[in-house]
């Protein structure tokens, strides 16, 4: 797709990370921008920010969890602007909480905002992208979508955005519809997603807290992602591949081999093995020992 000044993108989780530097990016090739966040100080912040670029903005409180939130917004941003051309389903959380015996809250959200918010953004947009020529849909997932390991309801919310964005590609391919599909799936990047609840809804009760086990997993993970990708160099991946009409967008190639020799484990029907090397991250084993010391229990 060859961008053009007033052509529109809509981005969620446009406040904060890779959704404000798509914003950005989005914004610095002329095209007008929809932001939509349920953190409202952070969407006001971003929205001056963009503006700044000279372009046209909507800016929409929106939770991408609630469905006629999401074609509120969409209704919003056809009103203003008559045509919507890209439409980014990137807002996105990360989870507290042991997944197995902490509330079953953790999973509501985690899969309404990760899973339901891009199933929601899909829906209200495309029969509009469809009828009015075309357009392009990007769906953030996460290397978590291809390989599991990181945080259990996490990682089923990106592998099922990743089977989402699959599926609706081909039901575009085989209809001949033109409407493209990229599908984001970075490693570690410099955001503020390992503090998503800040925007724990407050209708789900109290947060769960972050249990002992997790803490010494999280440390490290927050030392990755601070030293991360910055957000702007995978918002210029995701441009290139809407240009290019690619739909793998693969920000950290070093974590594929992860993946590819899981899909190799599966082929020989041997039992699932979690890495001892993730980049960016210590030994595995360094961390089970630690792990095993919070729980209080002698090293294995
Ligand atoms: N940072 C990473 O290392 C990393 C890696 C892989 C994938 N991702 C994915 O990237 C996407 C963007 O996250 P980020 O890393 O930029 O984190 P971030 O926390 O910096 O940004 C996420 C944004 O989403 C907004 N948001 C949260 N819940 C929302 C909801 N219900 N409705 C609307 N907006 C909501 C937040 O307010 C925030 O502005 C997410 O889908 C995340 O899972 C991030």
């Known amino acids: 797709m060859l961008f053009e000044r007033g052509q529109v993108a809509v981005v969620t989780g446009a406040g904060s990370g890779i959704?404000?530097?798509?914003?950005?990016?989005?914004?610095?090739?002329?095209?007008s921008i929809v932001l939509a966040d349920v953190q409202v100080d952070a969407l006001a912040?971003?929205?001056?920010?963009?503006?700044?670029?000279?372009?046209?903005?909507?800016?929409?409180q929106v939770d991408v969890s609630k469905s006629e939130q999401v074609e509120a917004?969409?209704?919003?941003?056809?009103?203003?602007?008559?045509?919507?051309?890209?439409?980014?389903n990137n807002a996105g959380v990360s989870p507290n909480g042991d997944p197995w015996m902490g509330p079953i809250s953790t999973w509501e959200w985690v899969m309404g905002v990760n899973?339901?918010?891009?199933?929601?953004?899909?829906?209200?947009?495309?029969?509009?992208m469809?009828?009015?020529?075309?357009?392009?849909?990007?769906?953030?997932?996460?290397?978590?979508?291809?390989?599991?390991?990181?945080?259990?309801?996490?990682d089923a919310s990106k592998h099922a955005v990743v089977a989402v964005s699959e599926g609706l590609y081909h039901s575009m391919q085989s209809a001949g519809l033109p409407v493209?599909?990229?599908?984001?799936?970075?490693?570690?990047?410099?955001?503020?997603?390992?503090?998503?609840?800040?925007?724990w809804p407050a209708e789900m009760g109290?947060?769960?807290p972050v249990d002992p086990v997790s803490e010494v997993a999280m440390k490290y993970v927050r030392r990755a992602i601070d030293e991360g990708m910055t957000p702007g160099v995978v918002a210029d991946l995701v441009l290139d591949a809407v240009r290019d009409q690619k739909f793998w967008v693969f920000p950290h190639p070093d974590f594929l081999q992860i993946a590819i020799d899981r899909f190799h484990r599966i082929e020989e029907g041997v039992?699932?093995?979690a890495p001892e090397d993730t980049p960016g991250m210590p030994p595995r084993s360094q961390m089970m020992a630690e792990m095993m010391a919070a729980m209080g229990m002698p090293p294995a």
């Open 19 to 31: 959704g404000l530097a798509l914003a950005h990016a989005f914004a610095r090739e002329g095209l």
């Open 45 to 60: 912040a971003a929205t001056t920010a963009i503006g700044e670029h000279g372009v046209q903005t909507l800016a929409r």
């Open 73 to 88: 917004l969409a209704a919003a941003a056809i009103e203003r602007f008559g045509r919507v051309h890209v439409v980014c």
């Open 115 to 128: 899973f339901w918010g891009v199933v929601h953004g899909i829906r209200a947009f495309l029969p509009h």
């Open 130 to 154: 469809v009828m009015s020529g075309g357009g392009h849909i990007v769906n953030t997932a996460s290397i978590a979508g291809l390989y599991p390991g990181f945080a259990a309801s996490y």
């Open 180 to 199: 493209g599909v990229s599908c984001l799936c970075p490693g570690w990047v410099r955001t503020g997603i390992l503090d998503s609840d800040r925007n």
């Open 206 to 208: 109290e947060r769960p």
């Open 271 to 273: 039992n699932p093995v």
